[in-house]
């Protein structure tokens, strides 16, 4: 499992312990399917901070990045520290 694949499944684990929601596929939209709405988009912001360890500024963020779990993982990856 690449640090991708690893981001997606603490992602998911996220909407089902936070939300209880548990995510069939990575490829959901999370917006239009009506997972995450504007207040989730700020209480899971508030948990991927506090669980990884990052600042994700909302200036710096766009809606996209929302869309799906790859997508989310993604973006979470460009505020992490590489790996070797």
């Known amino acids: 499992m690449d640090r991708q694949e690893q981001l997606q499944q603490q992602i998911a684990d996220i909407f089902a312990g936070r939300f209880e929601t548990k995510l069939e596929s990575g490829d959901i939209d999370?917006?239009?399917?009506?997972?995450?709405?504007?207040?989730?988009?700020?209480?899971?912001?508030?948990?991927?901070e506090q669980r990884f360890g990052v600042s994700l500024p909302f200036e710096e963020l766009e809606i996209e990045d929302f869309r799906t779990l790859p997508r989310l993982a993604?973006?979470?990856?460009?505020?992490?520290?590489?790996?070797a």
């Open 30 to 48: 999370l917006l239009e399917s009506g997972i995450v709405d504007s207040v989730k988009i700020v209480e899971l912001v508030l948990e991927i």
């Open 74 to 83: 993604e973006r979470i990856s460009r505020t992490l520290p590489k790996v």
